[in-house]
């Protein structure tokens, strides 16, 4: 049973900075593709970011030149360095891998901006 675990969420004014981390585990294969999606209230889930395992990066329009995805692959670890906030961007962040064939995701952890 694959277990993400993010951590790194909270409040932040409009133009500071946060980071996010999710651990990956208990996958018996190898952990390809890892991101970042967020749910806003009222609103669907939508891509932030995406990573693979070689370091192709992907990233939603609205969060280019302010977000930087990276991750560890020895660790199974993503990151998500969010700078510029806006409050906009407030949501839950949920984490994203896929290993197996199948999808995985983390319980969501919240980040507030406020302006």
């Known amino acids: 049973q694959v277990q993400l675990v993010e951590s790194g969420g909270g409040l932040v004014q409009a133009g500071g900075s946060l980071r996010l981390s999710c651990a990956a585990s208990g996958s018996s294969f190898s952990v390809n593709t890892m991101g970042w999606y967020r749910q806003a209230p009222g609103r669907q889930r939508e891509l932030v970011a995406t990573i693979t ?9 609205s969060v280019k030149g302010r977000f930087i995805i990276s991750r560890d692959n020895v660790k199974n670890t993503v990151y998500l360095q969010m700078n510029s906030l806006k409050p906009e961007d407030t949501a839950v962040y949920y984490c994203y891998s896929s290993s197996g064939g199948y999808d995985h995701w983390g319980q969501g952890t919240q ?3 406020s302006s």
Not at 53 to 61: D, E, F, L, V
Request: proline content about 0%; aromatic content about 16%.
């Open 111 to 113: 980040v507030t901006v």
């Open 53 to 61: 395992r070689g370091g192709s990066t992907n990233y939603a329009y």
